[in-house]
């Protein structure tokens, strides 16, 4: 919870869901299975408020794959970008774990 006389933060929820076969194709050992969109956005609006945030809205992108570049594709960005304007949130939380190229040197 904030702390007392301080406005909870604004949240706005992201999440990528991989469409056909790229939701089928072999996963790395240990990683979780394909998410249902509608679960995962439930179990993150939890966590969130738990964690003190009001949510404000939520958007989830469907896509064969993720973007490299941006996740969830530079349109779908605009959308978030003008979601975050529109309710006035203070941060967009992601629904999908990130993956850093190592480096090996």
């Known amino acids: 919870m904030p702390p007392t006389g301080t406005a909870a933060e604004r949240a706005l929820l992201v999440a990528l869901e991989i469409t056909g076969s790229g939701a089928r194709r072999s996963r790395v050992p240990?990683?979780?299975?394909?998410?249902?969109?509608?679960?995962?956005?439930a179990e993150l609006a939890t966590l969130a408020k738990s964690a003190g945030a009001v949510?404000?809205?939520?958007?989830?992108?469907?896509?064969?794959?993720?973007?490299?570049?941006?996740?969830?594709?530079?349109?779908?960005?605009?959308?978030?970008?003008?979601?975050?304007?529109?309710?006035?949130a203070d941060v967009a939380i992601f629904d999908n774990a990130v993956r850093l190229p190592f480096s090996g040197r």
């Open 30 to 41: 240990g990683d979780a299975p394909p998410f249902q969109a509608e679960e995962s956005m």
């Open 55 to 88: 949510v404000v809205d939520s958007i989830v992108q469907s896509r064969p794959r993720a973007d490299a570049a941006t996740l969830i594709g530079s349109g779908k960005v605009d959308d978030v970008r003008g979601a975050i304007q529109l309710h006035g």
